[in-house]
């Protein structure tokens, strides 16, 4: 989660506020530019671009999976199943910072939601290590798995 900043009395025009006026800010660390809000920005707007960035960042790489052998898929398999439980327990981490009057808001339900979903596309990939098809299904089945936020 990113750090939020508030100005009190802004030196220069920015997107959101002009000269003398407050306004908050913060800087996320995959992005060049920081972010501006007029008002004092929810969990979402400090939340979601990085968890949405890594997980969008694995659905394109568990979509365009090349691999040549059972072997290899199953490696792959590994990695991803680790790398969706990371995203999990940084979700669950950030869930369970919440004050508690607000895990039970929207906010704090979105965190839980994405933790609980990363958490089952771990054990969907991993259940595949059992898979008894031929290697073009079992390509096919990885690839069909995606983070999906409704």
Wanted: charged share 30%.
């Amino acid at each position: 989660m990113s750090t939020v900043h508030f100005v009190q009395h802004a030196q220069k025009d920015n997107p959101v506020a002009k000269k003398g006026e407050p306004y908050y800010w913060c800087h996320f660390k995959n992005e060049d530019e920081p972010r501006f809000f007029k008002t004092r920005p929810s969990i979402n707007d400090i939340t979601e671009p990085e968890f949405l960035s890594l997980a969008n960042e694995l659905n394109d790489q568990l979509f365009s999976l090349e691999a040549k052998t059972t072997e290899e898929v199953y490696k792959f398999i590994c990695d991803f199943a680790d790398e969706f439980r990371t995203l999990a327990l940084s979700q669950q981490e950030e869930y369970n910072n919440l004050p508690e009057s607000l895990k039970g808001s929207p906010s704090g339900t979105l965190l839980q939601e994405r933790a609980d979903h990363c958490e089952d596309i771990a054990n969907q990939l991993e259940s595949l290590g059992n898979h008894e098809g031929s290697f073009e299904e079992l390509l096919e089945e990885v690839r069909s798995i995606q983070y999906r936020e409704d």
